[in-house]
């Protein structure tokens, strides 16, 4: 869903926003435009009502240049909505949650270890809600801070845990 205040155009046209959810882990995602600033967002139409459970974000896997470094997300909120504000506002938008990035090996940006290929590249970096979110049918990430890019943010791929109500 585009709404008038997200970002969702991508850089050079090539990583559109829907390889979020295309099943590919690692250089197949989302890179918004080089010239983007934060905070950024961007809003998504799940089709039906969603109790979510929790969710994953694969780091953008391209060995070291986005991978925990430059452009990857690393810290964000997630808020959930039945009726946004066609004019892209934000009044109709429930908080359900303010969320890190974790590299296991802590490492400075630009290093890393396999251990963080497998958590962040293969598996998913896993995020749980302090409390239980409400029964949403849009969700909406607004990007806060990448791990160096003053605008530009990537991630691999997007997946969503909970049931259809």
């Known amino acids: ?25 690692n250089w197949n995602g989302f890179a918004s435009s080089n010239s983007s600033t934060l905070p950024q967002h961007f809003t998504i139409n799940l089709g039906q009502d969603v109790l979510l459970s929790r969710f994953k974000i694969h780091q953008f896997y391209d060995g070291a240049e986005h991978f925990y470094n430059s452009s ?27 969320f890190d990035s974790f590299k296991p090996s802590g490492l400075p940006r630009g290093q890393h270890t396999q251990e963080d290929v497998q958590y962040g590249g293969i598996d998913g970096e896993d995020f749980e809600f302090e409390e239980q979110p409400p029964v949403v049918r849009y969700l909406r990430l607004r990007s806060l801070e990448s791990y160096s890019s003053a605008g530009q943010v990537t991630m ?7 049931r259809v109500e």
């Open 1 to 25: 869903m585009k709404l008038p205040t997200d970002t969702w155009e991508s850089a050079g046209g090539g990583y559109p926003l829907e390889q979020l959810w295309n099943g590919a882990i």
């Open 72 to 98: 990857a997300l690393k810290k964000f909120e997630l808020y959930g909505s039945n009726s946004p504000d066609p004019g892209g506002g934000w009044e109709n938008w429930q908080l359900l949650g303010t």
């Open 156 to 162: 691999g791929e997007l997946t969503l845990f909970g």
